[in-house]
T-cell receptor
Framework: EPEVTQTPSHQVTQMGQEVILRCVPI?????FYWYRQILGQKVEFLVS????????KSEIFDDQFSVERPDGSNFTLKIRSTKLEDSAMYFC?????????????FGSGTQLSVL | QKEVEQNSGPLSVPEGAIASLNCTYS??????FFWYRQYSGKSPELIMS????GDKEDGRFTAQLNKASQYVSLLIRDSQPSDSATYLC?????????????FGQGTRLTINP
């Protein structure tokens, strides 16, 4: 079965540093998402992306966050100046269509630790 | 604020029994409902989706939806130790289009051999 791949699996960074989390969505998918899960807490929506632009974002996704599709395969999440509270598992997801009943495929996640 | 509530558990069920997981949601106009399984440190994996009132069965899993009561449940029959995981209820708000899922906090299920 096709899968969403994420790199790195673990990222450790110092507070204030920039990090880029990378994702390769499933090749024929058009809609891309980032979710995050702070340890012991709910999975939270961050942003959705379609046709090279953000289609929706949550309150969490402030000016410190940005997303980009730099080429035909990668989808990245950048955190410009990391804070301690950014420590979480970040999941990339993709879907073929935009529909409320469309299946989301999640990647295996990047565990970000901000020290 | 749209909320999805689950009993965090832990819920312990003997092997072979039926595990029953429950979820309530606050947004009355929600249209799509999902159950994900999440093993510790892993990503959510879709188990069931349901969109209409009533029951939907897939193998050992049955999802039940009652929109009037804003309630969705998951039954796991003939529970196996491999079913031990956290089960996440997720709701897709109807007016959002794309999969902006709202997740519950998850119910931790343990199947005892």
């Amino acid at each position: 079965e096709p899968e969403v791949t994420q790199t790195p699996s673990h990222q450790v960074t110092q507070m204030g540093q920039e990090v880029i989390l990378r994702c390769v969505p499933i090749s024929n998918h058009l809609y891309f998402y980032w979710y995050r899960q702070i340890l012991g807490q709910k999975v939270e929506f961050l942003v959705s992306f379609y046709n090279n632009e953000i289609s929706e974002k949550s309150e969490i996704f402030d000016d410190q966050f940005s997303v980009e599709r730099p080429d035909g395969s990668n989808f990245t999440l950048k955190i410009r100046s990391t804070k301690l509270e950014d420590s979480a598992m970040y999941f990339c997801a993709s879907s073929e269509l935009q529909a409320t009943n469309e299946k989301l495929f999640f990647g295996s996640g990047t565990q970000l630790s901000v020290l | 604020q749209k909320e999805v509530e689950q009993n965090s558990g832990p819920l312990s069920v003997p092997e072979g029994a039926i595990a029953s997981l429950n979820c309530t949601y606050s947004d009355r106009v929600s249209q799509s409902f999902f159950w994900y399984r999440q093993y510790s440190g892993k990503s959510p994996e879709l188990i069931m989706s349901i969109y209409s009132n009533g029951d939907k069965e897939d193998g050992r899993f049955t999802a039940q939806l009652n929109k009037a009561s804003q309630y969705v449940s998951l039954l796991i029959r003939d529970s196996q130790p491999s079913d031990s995981a956290t089960y996440l209820c997720a709701v897709s708000p109807s007016n959002q289009g794309a999969q902006k899922l709202v997740f519950g906090q998850g119910t931790r299920l343990t199947i005892n051999p």
